[in-house]
């Protein structure tokens, strides 16, 4: 059973350019979480999405980023005309449908943005 | 969701049960206590979740006092490849899974 699975790992980006990161939740999972963790800080939620559905975006730049979870294929995250200081770990997290209790999120190995 | 205090670092030799304490004095009775570590450069690894009762896994147990306000992770035989910052984190049952970090604690485990 795979797990969550990030693409690109490392990603290099000029300023201006657009930078999109894929994640496919484990099988079975239909939520999914972005984080984002600048250099030497913590990670910070940025969205949560449902299929085809964002739940919660207060986590996200007003500007300039977006993500989706469409019915078929990966969630992105887009970043469009990026700067320097987006450059980061992105980590995507999936869970089961189930809501409340006490679910665990899985992580996956993060996408790593560097903007020159 | 609550607030928790741990401390920024600790040391643990190799071998010794590292005991990680955390503070969540705030925590309210549907919150669940979560504990995940990162070790460097990879994401996060959940460890193990509790609300009143301790619990233990293969990984690690987890103490909880008895009014809830604080908790301890307790890995029983540290070894070097548990370095990694351990994230205490306390989240409301019947929500959504959101789990918001903190600065966790950075645990060196030296031989």
């Known amino acids: 059973n795979a797990g969550v699975m990030q693409n690109p790992r490392h990603l290099v980006r000029r300023r201006g350019q657009e930078a999109r990161l894929r994640c496919s939740p484990m099988k079975g999972h239909s939520h999914v979480y972005w984080y984002r963790q600048l250099p030497e800080e913590g990670l910070k939620f940025m969205v949560y999405?449902?299929?085809?559905?964002?739940?919660?975006e207060s986590g996200m730049p007003k500007e300039r980023f977006s993500a989706e979870f469409p019915k078929e294929g990966p969630s992105i995250l887009r970043i469009q005309q990026v700067v320097r200081g987006d450059s980061a770990a992105y980590f995507c997290?999936?869970?089961?449908?189930?809501?409340?209790?006490?679910?665990?999120?899985?992580f996956g190995e993060g996408s790593r943005l560097t903007v020159l | 969701d609550a607030k928790t205090t741990q401390p920024t670092s600790m040391d643990c030799a190799e071998g010794r049960a590292a005991n990680l304490p955390c503070n969540h004095s705030t925590i309210s009775g549907n919150e669940y206590v979560y504990w995940y570590r990162q070790i460097h450069s990879q994401g996060p690894q959940y460890i193990i979740h509790g609300l009143k009762n301790n619990e233990t896994n293969e990984m690690a147990s987890l103490i909880i006092t008895e009014d809830r306000k604080s908790s301890t992770l307790i890995l029983p035989h540290a070894t070097l490849r548990d370095t990694a910052v351990y994230y205490c984190i306390v989240r409301v049952s019947g929500g959504y899974n959101k789990l918001i970090f903190g600065a966790g604690t950075r645990l060196a485990v030296h031989p």
């Open positions: 997290a999936s869970s089961p449908a189930q809501q409340g209790g006490a679910g665990e999120l899985f």
């Open positions: 999405l449902q299929k085809e559905n964002i739940i919660d």
